[in-house]
């Protein structure tokens, strides 16, 4: 039992270039998340999805695109990388049903835009 | 006004002593919260959750919350060095999709 997975755990990009950062969660969760911390900022919501085939836009969704594959994977896509996207990037996971203990964060991927 | 507001400043504390970090929140609707610890470098790791108004003990961890003022803090009794970290208050937004809305964090440095 993994948890949640991304990758890559971290990358360098060249302003104008993109990139899909993957993550895949192994606990049968139905909502699925991406974060971005930067220092000083803590973490915001980027995008989310509340089950399969659902997404919805977060609190800073501009220059991201993602798509949520199944009910185990999550991406996030950069079309056209800008310094203003580096930071370090967390998916999380979180089941709909039930009794939950809060949601379940991957190592994250940290993302470096020159 | 901020969604969520936690202290500002790391806060220095003695081997064996108590820390306590306070949050507010602006989200009346908000009905779970949630504790969570980041080590330099590491994800954010779940502590503590809170559902209802009153005190929530687990082991050296208390996590209190009072719907009405709008505030939850965390309380770390006999304070050890690898409690060092920051620690980031959660509350959890209920309109529309469940989602995590975070404070910027509460720095906490243990001094043996």
């Known amino acids: 039992n993994a948890g949640v997975t991304q990758t890559p755990k971290f990358q360098v990009l060249k302003t104008g270039q993109s990139m899909t950062l993957q993550c895949a969660q192994d606990m049968n969760h139905n909502s699925m998340y991406w974060y971005r911390q930067d220092p000083g900022m803590g973490l915001r919501l980027i995008y989310y999805s509340a089950s399969e085939g659902t997404t919805d836009k977060g609190e800073v969704p501009n220059g991201y695109n993602v798509s949520r594959l199944n009910k185990r994977e999550f991406s996030l896509r950069l079309e056209s990388a800008a310094p203003s996207q580096t930071s370090v990037y967390f998916c999380?996971?979180?089941?709909?049903?039930?009794?939950?203990?809060?949601?379940?964060f991957g190592s994250g991927t940290r993302l470096t835009v020159v | 006004q901020k969604e969520v507001e936690q202290n500002s400043g790391p806060l220095s504390v003695p081997e064996g002593a108590i820390a306590s970090l306070n949050c507010t929140y602006s989200?009346?609707?908000?009905?779970?919260f949630f504790w969570y610890r980041q080590y330099s470098g590491k994800s954010p790791e779940l502590i503590m959750s809170i559902y209802s108004n009153g005190d929530k003990e687990d082991g050296r961890f208390t996590a209190q919350l009072n719907k009405a003022s709008q505030y939850v803090s965390l309380l770390i009794r006999d304070s050890q060095p690898s409690d060092s970290a920051t620690y980031l208050c959660?509350?959890?937004?209920?309109?529309?999709?469940?989602?995590?809305?975070f404070g910027k964090g509460n720095q906490v440095v243990v001094i043996p």
């Open positions: 999380a996971s979180r089941t709909n049903t039930g009794t939950y203990y809060g949601y379940t």
């Open positions: 989200d009346r609707v908000s009905q779970s």
């Open positions: 959660a509350p959890e937004a209920t309109y529309g999709n469940n989602r995590l809305a």
